[in-house]
């Protein structure tokens, strides 16, 4: 199991630009395929995206080209990037690491856009 601790979420104003952080402890960082969900009240958890030990992403239709996910895997963070904000991106975003065998959660942070 993988501790992850996310930050940066609180209230912003539609349009607005809100980053989340999340780290890591694991030695294994760069082997891992880091994601953030989120979870908005009365809704199932969606996959917003994910970043590859290589790099590569893939986003949620609903938050291309407004969200960028990234990872430094010097420091074991991953980052969403949230720009242009809307009210429906109102969430519990989560931070998700998984391996072959296993996966991981955060805690989850708040996001409220509002208008």
């Known amino acids: 199991q993988v501790e992850l601790v996310e930050s940066g979420g609180g209230l912003v104003q539609a349009g607005g630009s809100r980053r989340l952080s999340c780290e890591a402890s694991t030695s294994s960082f760069s082997r891992l395929v880091m994601s953030w969900y989120r979870q908005a009240p009365g809704k199932q958890r969606e996959l917003v995206a994910t970043?590859?030990?290589?790099?590569?992403?893939n986003y949620h239709d609903s938050v291309k080209g407004r969200f960028t996910i990234s990872r430094d895997n010097a420091k074991n963070m991953v980052y969403l990037q949230m720009n242009s904000l809307k009210l429906e991106d109102t969430a519990v975003y989560y931070c998700?690491?998984?391996?072959?065998?296993?996966?991981?959660w955060g805690q989850g942070t708040q996001v409220t856009v509002s208008s």
């Open positions: 970043v590859r030990s290589v790099g590569n992403t």
């Open positions: 998700n690491a998984r391996s072959p065998l296993t996966q991981s």
